[in-house]
């Protein structure tokens, strides 16, 4: 699946929306387990869309907590 989304972000270059990030940051967070990696696709996915949804403040906060970053993870939640 991962594959699916490195190829369609590549297709889409600089027109990759924020849906695109946020759901290949989800996909990296919970099923490959790279918190790192979905942070900056949520952060990327923040910049274009700053108001997505407590459901993304929350992903990303669990992204921050799988990386022992407790006080962004914090942040994240109270910006929901």
Request: charged share 30%; proline share 4%; no cysteine.
């Amino acid at each position: 699946a991962l594959q699916f989304y490195d190829r369609m972000m590549a297709s889409v270059g600089e027109h990759a929306t924020a849906r695109h990030f946020r759901l290949r940051a989800q996909l990296l967070a919970e099923q490959i387990k790279d918190a790192s990696r979905a942070l900056e696709d949520y952060d990327r996915a923040f910049e274009l869309d700053p108001k997505p949804g407590s459901y993304w403040f929350v992903r990303r906060a669990n992204a921050y907590a799988a990386l022992g970053r407790r006080p962004e993870a914090i942040a994240s939640l109270d910006s929901a």
